[in-house]
């Protein structure tokens, strides 16, 4: 103050006119807190959690449980990374910019496609910039996405849709195995189609087989094909850049993030090799260089022209922060389980939800699943028989302290009171058999 | 001057997938039990044939070991806050606290899945409802919502608010436009547009500020509402906040407030006071929560009563007894993303709070600007800088130089002093933003500089400038002690040089080959 030749602060906020100065109590808390007692506070609140860690959680829906490795949380925390902001210094900042770079090319090996962002804020969010940017691709505006998909995710894309006049049209299911009805598919395509979305795994956990045949039609009306994963599945799924996606979004939470009571998440997004494409997508996009002096490699952020910062309201989207941290999270993880790890992963999963559903649909009254088609980690589990709602059971296993499936009853009325179950390599034998018990229990009265 | 002895690590590391070895792994997850493998037949009748990935997918295969050193020698190739000054103008690059972070590890937090019954998630619903009475207190503003998950994206939410305003008042289709000033944050007009509005730039008056009376013949029946910044991107408080907000509202418009500068105001006025209808904030900036390498953020939004309606689904509410998630708001405009935002990152912001109080966030700003205000008056004397506007005023948490004197004497430009200033160990500020200052350098110092590191930085700038009027090629090719040097970033973006990924690399190798 005395270099700057004042006596008091206030003469450096004078220029607030006195009618905008605060000059009454605020109702927050008035006097900081040392730091144990700001631990013990919120030590003390957050044991009136009941966490999945102590209790069986079969939940998934968007955010999955899965096991954060010891490795993950260690590089997460490296402060040179953690603290750090946006590369806007590529030089100073290799090591994010790094790192990054290879959790695009990890999301390219595993999506098998050639290009992708480093990240966007979660999968409602990447979808709707995707429909975005395929009705930019193609100077169309309407999308179509399958009837069957997260209603968190549809209203996103229906938020980010309206305003600019994109037209969002549902897909009919059909009703033996959920998968896509394809006739309905054909009488809502035409030329005036920018996307067809699917979904694989699909909301409610099965596989929609019939991909060839959606992408033959979505390019017979030159359309893209977007396609909606969860990472975790492509190490024994079919990746999307085999059957013919040209974009492909998806949550990359469970690929090394925790839930976090929902957020943040790890919006994915990935496309081909096309500069029609690649001009067009948003967020932002690390690429491999040389220094001036071409004696070394190096990384920096590329084709910023597309951005907000620098193209403004011509910018093919605003984000601008993003999930980073997250996908370098993803990206140890990726390298912690290697291709070995990733496919073992998916078979373990695979294995564990389909015991829990044979184990489920042997319980009379109870149907698991209610399409008769092959699942991954998710299903559905109808109580309609047993004249219970999901509400009810949920409420009886919370007593057994278990966590049921998602109530998608409000969802889906057609499919009755029916939830949605999750299981992954978490969820141990015990736990599954003493899930399928309780219900059992629950459903007969025992 | 002889250069600090600063030398970032430098490790000659390659690429992952050019690491490890086959059939190496760093991590086994558990397998299914072996009853379960024997009960349930094999895989292959569980994945139909046509759906099985038949290639092995071309991840890295390293050790755990491998991994670990991987991943921290890029860190040792990072700069971050806990490095040291970071004054990146409007990025409010403040000291992260440590015990926030293991906070929000805890398992209590971390395993809790979104969707669990509500008598299961009442701790965290408390901190969360908590936190929306907090800052909706601590900008004026009646309602606050946690959902958006970064400044642009509460941008986004704030315009999309604007909109569902129109369209309840019939206004949509007349309503068109939003104003913004040739000095925003570059999401601003972004935003707009997203949102389905036209955007008219309002240029600057001669003092940095809003030229009212620009103002007043740029608003009209068009009008939806302005998006401002305040303190703005000069650092300079927009004094004429009163007549905007009645000129703005009297047109029919909405003020939006754009939170990237709050910082300076905790505590002292208020975005609700002067009349902002809705306010974004930066909780990675004003609330100390780490930026991650550019993520994960949040960006709450406050708005004024007639708004609350239209916030996303679900809002966290209290009967008295218990929290819980309401989703019946039949005028909501939906979702803005799943879930209810980074709730990891609000509970750091949460903790901050309680750390500091009212008392700490007020003084937390006053710092902020002291050392604003002082560093504008130390690099201002550097030669080759100007202060461009209103050279009387004081500044807010920010201060915007031009190396425009610099670049005509020397050639020596404001990336040149970017590059220059990272050889020193000290991030650079931003650079030509905003764009009404010529090769502008944007210093942001935050509250947690300490005063010896103010002298240091202006030290350095003075050296750099030394250097520039005497030997400006060691400015010219800076940087000489980062990882690397001067990175070619054209060649990045070139489409025949382009390279976003592994694979593209090794497409792009097997065409030269």
Redesign the interface.
């Given at each position: 103050?005395d270099?700057?030749g004042i006596k008091s602060?206030d003469?450096?906020?004078?220029?607030?006119?006195e009618?905008?100065?605060?000059n009454k109590q605020?109702?927050?808390?008035?006097?900081?807190?040392p730091?144990s007692e700001?631990?013990k506070?919120?030590?003390t609140?957050?044991?009136?959690?009941?966490?999945?860690?102590?209790?069986p959680?079969f939940?998934g829906?968007?955010?999955w449980?899965h096991?954060v490795?010891a490795?993950v949380?260690?590089?997460?925390?490296?402060?040179?990374?953690?603290?750090?902001?946006?590369?806007?210094?590529?030089?100073?900042?290799?090591?994010?910019l790094?790192?990054?770079?290879?959790y695009?090319?990890?999301v390219?090996?595993?999506t098998g496609m050639?290009?992708?962002n480093?990240?966007m804020?979660?999968?409602?969010?990447a979808l709707a910039e995707a429909a975005?940017m395929a009705t930019r691709v193609k100077g169309r505006n309407e999308i179509l996405i399958p009837k069957i998909i997260?209603p968190?995710?549809a209203?996103?894309l229906?938020?980010?849709a309206d305003?600019?006049?994109i037209k969002v049209t549902q897909v009919a299911y059909q009703k033996k195995d959920g998968h896509l009805d394809l006739a309905d598919l054909k009488s809502k395509i035409s030329d005036r189609t920018a996307a067809v979305y699917i979904e694989?795994p699909s909301y409610l956990g099965f596989?929609e087989?019939q991909?060839?045949e959606i992408a033959a039609e979505a390019r017979a009306h030159g359309a893209l094909f977007i396609t909606g994963v969860d990472p975790t599945s492509?190490?024994?799924?079919?990746?999307p850049g085999e059957y013919g996606a040209d974009i492909v979004v998806g949550?990359a939470q469970p690929l090394g993030n925790?839930?976090?009571?929902?957020?943040?998440?790890l919006g994915m997004m990935a496309c081909r090799?096309d500069?029609m494409l690649?001009r067009q997508m948003p967020g932002?996009?690390?690429?491999?260089?040389?220094?001036?002096?071409?004696?070394?490699q190096?990384?920096?952020m590329?084709?910023?022209?597309r951005?907000?910062?620098?193209?403004?309201?011509?910018?093919t989207?605003?984000?601008?922060?993003?999930?980073?941290?997250?996908a370098?999270a993803s990206?140890?993880y990726?390298?912690?389980?290697?291709?070995?790890?990733?496919?073992?992963?998916g078979?373990?999963v695979?294995?564990?939800s389909?015991?829990a559903i044979?184990l489920l649909s042997k319980i009379k009254h109870v149907r698991a699943p209610v399409f008769k088609t092959?699942h991954?980690q998710e299903f559905t589990v109808n109580f309609d028989q047993a004249g219970l709602t999901i509400n009810e059971v949920?409420r009886e296993l919370?007593k057994r302290q278990m966590?049921g499936g998602?109530d998608i009853s409000k969802e889906f009325p057609e499919l009755g009171q029916t939830a949605l179950y999750c299981v992954t390599?978490?969820h141990?034998?015990e736990e599954i058999e003493n899930m399928a018990r309780a219900i059992e229990q629950i459903v007969h009265g025992r | 001057m002889k250069t600090s002895m600063y030398k970032?690590a430098s490790w000659d590391?390659p690429?992952?997938?050019n690491l490890?070895r086959k059939?190496?792994?760093?991590?086994?997850?558990?397998?299914?039990?072996e009853?379960?493998?024997k009960?349930?037949s094999n895989?292959d009748s569980?994945?139909?044939e046509?759906?099985?990935?038949?290639d092995?997918?071309?991840?890295?295969?390293?050790s755990?070991v491998e991994?670990?050193r991987?991943?921290?020698?890029?860190?040792?190739?990072?700069?971050?806050?806990?490095?040291g000054l970071?004054p990146?103008g409007s990025?409010t690059?403040k000291y992260?606290?440590k015990?926030n972070?293991?906070?929000?590890?805890?398992?209590?937090?971390?395993?809790?899945?979104?969707?669990?019954?509500g008598?299961?998630?009442?701790?965290?619903l408390?901190?969360m409802y908590h936190l929306e009475?907090?800052l909706s207190?601590?900008t004026g503003t009646h309602e606050v919502c946690l959902q958006p998950?970064?400044?642009?994206?509460g941008?986004?939410l704030g315009t999309?608010l604007m909109?569902a305003c129109l369209e309840s008042n019939g206004e949509c289709e007349k309503r068109t436009e939003v104003i913004v000033p040739d000095s925003a944050?570059?999401?601003n007009?972004?935003?707009?547009?997203?949102?389905?509005f036209n955007?008219v730039v309002l240029p600057s008056g001669p003092d940095g500020c809003i030229d009212v009376e620009a103002l007043k013949s740029g608003v009209s029946e068009k009008t939806a509402g302005l998006m401002l910044t305040n303190p703005n991107t000069l650092g300079?408080?927009e004094?004429d906040?009163?007549e905007i907000a009645k000129v703005v509202h009297e047109a029919g418009g909405l003020l939006y407030y754009d939170g990237a500068n709050l910082n300076p105001l905790l505590?002292?006025?208020?975005p609700g006071?002067?009349g902002f209808d809705i306010v974004h904030m930066?909780i990675?900036k004003t609330f100390g929560t780490?930026?991650?390498?550019?993520?994960?953020?949040a960006?709450p939004v406050g708005v004024s009563e007639s708004l609350s309606k239209f916030l996303?689904v679900p809002r966290v509410v209290f009967d008295g007894k218990r929290y819980r998630l309401d989703y019946d708001r039949p005028q909501s405009?939906?979702?803005?993303?799943?879930?209810?935002?980074?709730?990891?990152?609000l509970?750091k912001a949460?903790?901050y709070?309680?750390?500091?109080?009212?008392?700490?966030l007020k003084e937390a700003g006053?710092i902020s600007?002291?050392n604003a205000?002082?560093i504008m008056?130390k690099l201002r004397q550097v030669k080759g800088l100007t202060l461009p506007y209103d050279g009387q005023?004081?500044r807010?948490h920010e201060c915007v130089l031009s190396a425009k004197p610099l670049k005509t004497d020397t050639g020596v430009t404001a990336v040149n002093i970017?590059?220059r200033l990272?050889d020193h160990g000290l991030?650079?500020p931003?650079i030509y933003?905003p764009l009404i200052v010529e090769e502008a350098l944007m210093v942001e110092p935050t509250e947690t500089a300490e005063k010896e590191e103010l002298d240091w930085f202006a030290k350095v700038m003075q050296s750099i400038s030394h250097e520039a009027y005497t030997k400006p090629e060691e400015v010219l090719e800076a940087?000489h002690n980062?990882?690397?040097?001067?990175?070619?970033?054209v060649?990045?973006?070139h489409?025949k040089?382009?390279?976003?990924?592994?694979?593209?690399?090794l497409?792009r190798q097997s065409v030269r080959t």
């Open positions: 103050m270099e700057l602060i003469e450096l906020y004078a220029d607030i006119p009618k905008f100065r605060l605020l109702n927050i808390p008035q006097t900081g807190l730091e700001v631990k506070h919120v030590e609140l957050l044991s009136k959690n009941r966490p999945s860690s102590s209790m959680t939940l829906a968007g955010c449980p096991y490795p490795v949380k260690e590089i997460v925390q490296r402060s040179e990374l953690l603290t750090s902001y946006t590369p806007y210094q590529p030089e100073i900042s290799q090591g994010m790094q790192a990054l770079f290879e695009q090319s990890m390219c090996e595993l050639d290009v992708a480093c990240s804020y979660d999968w409602a969010t975005r997260h968190e995710r209203s996103t229906k938020v980010y305003p600019v006049g694989n596989i087989t991909v060839q492509l190490g024994i799924l079919e990746p949550e925790a839930m976090n009571y929902g957020g943040p998440l090799d500069m690649i932002r996009i690390i690429g491999l260089t040389t220094t001036l002096d071409n004696t070394r190096g990384f920096c590329t084709l910023q022209t951005e907000q910062h620098i193209r403004r309201e011509k910018a989207s605003n984000i601008c922060s993003n999930e980073a941290l997250c370098v990206a140890v990726m390298a912690l389980l290697g291709p070995e790890g990733i496919m073992e992963l078979e373990t695979t294995l564990k389909n015991y044979s092959a991954f949920n919370l966590q998602k390599e978490v141990s034998k | 970032q590391e690429i992952i997938f490890g059939g190496r792994r760093g991590h086994r997850l558990p397998r299914a039990e009853e379960i493998v009960l349930i895989m569980l994945i139909p046509k759906m099985r990935r038949t092995k997918p071309g991840l890295p295969e390293l755990e991994v670990v991987h991943f921290t020698r890029l860190s040792e190739m990072n700069y971050g806050v806990d490095s970071y990146l990025c690059m992260n606290p015990i972070e293991l906070l929000a590890g805890l398992e209590t937090f971390s395993t809790l899945h979104p969707y669990q019954d008598s299961t998630v009442q701790g965290i408390e901190i009475r907090w207190e601590l998950a970064a400044g642009a994206h941008e986004l999309l909109r944050h570059g999401t007009p972004a935003s707009a547009t997203m949102a389905g955007v300079l408080f004094k906040i009163g505590g002292r006025a208020r006071d002067m930066n990675h780490p930026h991650g390498g550019g993520g994960p953020g960006g996303p405009i939906g979702k803005m993303k799943g879930f209810y935002g980074n709730v990891a990152v509970l949460y903790a709070i309680l750390s500091l109080g009212l008392e700490g006053e600007v002291l205000n002082y008056k005023k004081p807010k970017a590059k990272l991030h650079a931003t933003f940087p980062t990882a690397v040097t001067r990175l070619d970033e060649k990045a973006s489409p040089t382009m390279t976003l990924s592994w694979r593209m690399h497409k």
